[in-house]
Nanobody, 119 residues
Framework: QLQLVESGGGLVQPGGSLRLSCTASGFTLDSYAIGWFRQAPGKEREGVSCISISGGSSNYADSVKGRFTISRDNAKNTVYLQMNSLKPDDTAVYYC????????????WGKGTLVTVSS
C-alpha cells in the first residue's frame, strides 16, 4: 500500500518548537518534491513549505519564513519540518504530500498530524 505517514505533532506552548516527520511506505520519496500543507479549523488548506527532489531548493509561505525549516534525508526516506517560535495561528492539521516541484499535482497525501499551539 502506497502511503505517507506524518508524525511529531502535539501540544506546544507559544514560542515552542516541534519537528514533524513524513515517511513513506510502499514507495520512495526520492522521486518526488515533498510539500507540507496545513488546514486550520474553519479555514482552507494552505501550502506551508516545499522541498525539491535533491533538497537543493525549497520555498516557504510568508507566514512561516524564518521560523520553519524543511529538510529531507532520502537515505531514510523521510522529510522533516522543523517548526520554531510557534504561534497560536500555527495550530492546524499538518499534511505532507508528494508530487512535482514546486509542489503541484500532489500525487500522494498523508492523513495528517495535529499541531496545537496554546498556553
Amino acid at each position: 500500500q502506497l502511503q505517507l505517514v506524518e508524525s511529531g505533532g502535539g501540544l506546544v506552548q507559544p514560542g515552542g518548537s516541534l519537528r514533524l516527520s513524513c515517511t513513506a511506505s510502499g514507495f520512495t520519496l526520492d522521486s518526488y518534491a515533498i510539500g507540507w500543507f496545513r488546514q486550520a479549523p474553519g479555514k482552507e488548506r494552505e501550502g506551508v513549505s516545499c522541498i525539491s527532489i535533491s533538497g537543493g531548493s525549497s520555498n516557504y509561505a510568508d507566514s512561516v519564513k524564518g521560523r520553519f525549516t524543511i529538510s529531507r534525508d532520502n537515505a531514510k526516506n523521510t522529510v522533516y519540518l522543523q517548526m520554531n517560535s510557534l504561534k497560536p495561528d500555527d495550530t492546524a492539521v499538518y499534511y505532507c504530500a508528494a508530487g512535482a516541484w514546486p509542489c503541484y499535482g500532489m500525487r500522494y497525501w498523508g492523513k495528517g498530524t495535529l499541531v496545537t499551539v496554546s498556553s
